[in-house]
């Protein structure tokens, strides 16, 4: 497997997911962290900690997010879903592949729309 990566997801997997959306969702919507993190209640720094991946929301914060951003939980569920689909494939392919393992954090460190484009690159290639 790859680093601290398992088949069972955890902490760290998660944040690197769905801290990315949150802020995502933000920005398309032009709030900046004071905008949301008032209209959710919660602090700017902690609002920042989430985007970053370095806390994990609770399903309740979950749930404030989604309601200012305009969308609902399923929303999370979904981009948790596909982003473990998306590593899972890439997985298979950097393991077939010649690219060091040291570096294989790294890779799936990046946002998700960049594993994506490396997923679909590397699938490509091997047509």
Do not use: C, N
């Amino acid at each position: 497997m790859v680093g601290t990566r398992s088949a069972k997801q955890g902490p760290t997997e998660v944040r690197q997911r769905i801290g990315p959306a949150i802020r995502g969702l933000r920005q398309q919507q032009g709030l900046s962290l004071s905008d949301l993190a008032e209209q959710t209640g919660i602090s700017v720094s902690y609002l920042s900690r989430l985007e970053k991946g370095r806390s994990v929301p609770s399903f309740t914060l979950l749930s404030r997010l989604g309601h200012v951003l305009g969308v609902d939980i399923g929303y999370f569920v979904q981009t948790e879903e596909e982003a473990q689909q998306v590593d899972t494939d890439l997985q298979v392919l950097l393991e077939s592949s010649s690219l060091p393992k040291h570096v294989w954090p790294e890779i799936f460190g990046l946002s998700i729309d960049t594993r994506k484009a490396l997923l679909k690159f590397m699938q490509d290639a091997t047509r």
